[in-house]
């Protein structure tokens, strides 16, 4: 049985009710034919329920608390994501690893968070330009993916997988095919190695400068399930136009 390909748009700190209703005018009627959702700021979540739900759209979030409940201030929990009517929610994204100085380990305590809440969690990971440069690639995914691992357990086959190569994001040029295959290669080596992931068990995306010129190329190689989508995923004929491309793919 053929696979759907999966498409998640990443809007970041972008985004409005008005462009919500934009995308659910523009795409209620449309067949996709692939999975795809919109991971939305929190303000939004309410909005993307309202406008969305009548469309083939999902919707989730950019991230979610390492806790269920409690006096952190400005922290949502990933039930409350999923009171949203979320399907998704991102973590590890390199924004967050940066930024915020998440760890490998804090990410996989979200993941399981938002496993337990019912969520799919999108789980990032992915090297800088100096690891690339230093060839530390495998060594870097191997310590992401360990933690993963030791916090799933088995429930790591209901999570998603995302190489997002720092160096490639918010850049215009995605990874070249064939270094896209040797990371997906050894992500998924590196998860049958652990015991807990049967080869393709987990589905694996690529993330980094995924644009409508090249969605279908990245999403033909044979271990790409789908795409995290970044800039592309703010405009409706762009997105439209990657699960078009995704559908073309299905394995």
Known sequence: MNA????????????????LREFADLLRHEKLGCQAALCVPFPLLGAAQAA?????????????STEVEGAYTGEVSAHMIREAGARYVLVGHSDRRRRHRETDG????????ALAAGLTPVVCVGETADERDLHQTE???????????????????HALVAYVPVWAVGRGDAATPGLIDEALDFIERTLAFHGRASAGAVRLLYGGSV????????????????????????????????????????H
Do not use: Y
């Open 211 to 250: 644009q409508p010129g090249n969605a279908e190329a990245l999403l033909s190689r044979r271990r790409v399930d789908g795409v995290l989508v970044g800039a592309a995923s703010l405009r409706v004929h762009e997105f439209a136009d990657i699960c078009r491309a995704a559908a073309r793919c299905m």
């Open 106 to 113: 804090l990410v996989a305590v979200k993941a399981r968070r």
């Open 52 to 64: 969305l739900q009548a469309t083939p759209l999902r919707w989730g979030a950019q991230d979610c």
């Open 139 to 157: 060594s870097v995914l191997r310590s992401q993916l360990r933690e993963l691992v030791r916090a799933l357990d088995r429930d790591i086959a």
């Open 4 to 19: 759907a390909k999966i498409v998640i748009g990443n809007w970041k700190m972008h985004g409005s009710w008005a462009r």
